[in-house]
């Protein structure tokens, strides 16, 4: 997170020129709210590369509740978001934050 410019993602995504990964603005902004929803306490986009057409990344950190029911549904959306990246989803073992490769 300390790499590069880093960003809370709720607000920086509203900006149609800023995307996540390979997705465009509409999927990038509603994987956004999917994530928000299941009770994220706080998601960043990190490692923000600037281009001539916008703001882009592939790099998430989620800060999970300790709520295990919220927590476990986090989890299972991000490995979704993994095994379509061609890796492994993580297991819960406490951790606070999770890291998300979209690309």
Same mark, same amino acid.
């Given at each position: 997170?300390?790499? +590069?410019?880093?960003?809370?993602?709720?607000?920086?995504?509203?900006?149609?020129?800023?995307?996540?990964?390979?997705?465009?603005?509409?999927?990038?902004?509603?994987?956004?709210?999917?994530?928000?929803?299941?009770?994220?306490?706080?998601?960043?986009?990190?490692?923000?590369?600037?281009?001539?057409?916008?703001?882009?990344? +592939?790099?998430?950190?989620?800060?999970?509740?300790?709520?295990?029911?919220?927590?476990?549904?986090?989890?299972?959306?991000?490995?979704?978001?993994?095994?379509?990246?061609?890796?492994? +989803?993580?297991?819960?073992?406490?951790?606070?934050?999770?890291?998300?490769?979209?690309?």
């Amino acid at each position: 997170m300390q790499r +590069g410019k880093c960003s809370e993602v709720i607000n920086w995504i509203e900006t149609k020129s800023h995307t996540l990964g390979e997705l465009d603005w509409v999927r990038s902004r509603r994987l956004v709210k999917s994530l928000s929803s299941l009770g994220c306490l706080k998601i960043y986009a990190c490692e923000i590369f600037s281009g001539d057409h916008g703001e882009n990344t +592939g790099h998430l950190v989620i800060e999970l509740p300790r709520a295990e029911l919220k927590r476990k549904k986090i989890l299972k959306k991000v490995h979704g978001l993994a095994r379509e990246q061609g890796y492994a +989803g993580p297991f819960d073992d406490g951790q606070r934050y999770v890291y998300v490769k979209l690309d």
